[in-house]
């Protein structure tokens, strides 16, 4: 089935930048949108921070705009989150999964990643 690979995570201090990676794998990338979520300590998961669609589309929750971009490489079958001006607020475990359907709900979505943990702090 379809698998997805979280990479990039770790520490880095508040007005940082990461890139995060989401290799896709047993389906090919374009036929799906694809949707950046995250899991702060103690809270649920939310509604997904951003979602690349898959007719090339973009979707940001405001929280990250102008900070978070999302793009794909669908050769590379890597869809890419690159962050910036990172806040301590964006701690979080982040995931990226995979849907039929351009939608912001987790629970529309099909297939998940195991996660990788970004920490902002000084």
């Known amino acids: 089935q379809l698998q997805l690979v979280e990479s990039g995570g770790g520490l880095v201090q508040p007005g940082g930048s990461l890139r995060l990676s989401c290799v896709v794998s047993?389906?090919?990338?374009?036929?799906?949108?694809i949707g950046w979520f995250r899991q702060a300590p103690g809270k649920e998961r939310e509604g997904a921070l951003c979602i690349s669609s898959s007719d090339g589309g973009t979707y940001y929750e405001d929280s990250v705009k102008g900070r978070f971009t999302i793009f794909r490489d669908n050769a590379k079958r890597t869809v890419y989150l690159q962050m910036n001006s990172l806040k301590p607020e964006d701690t979080a475990v982040y995931y990226c999964?995979?849907?039929?359907?351009?939608?912001?709900?987790?629970?529309?979505?099909?297939?998940w990643g195991q996660g990788t943990q970004v920490t902002v702090s000084s």
């Open positions: 999964a995979a849907s039929w359907l351009f939608t912001v709900a987790a629970s529309n979505y099909d297939y």
């Open positions: 047993g389906f090919t990338l374009d036929n799906y949108a």
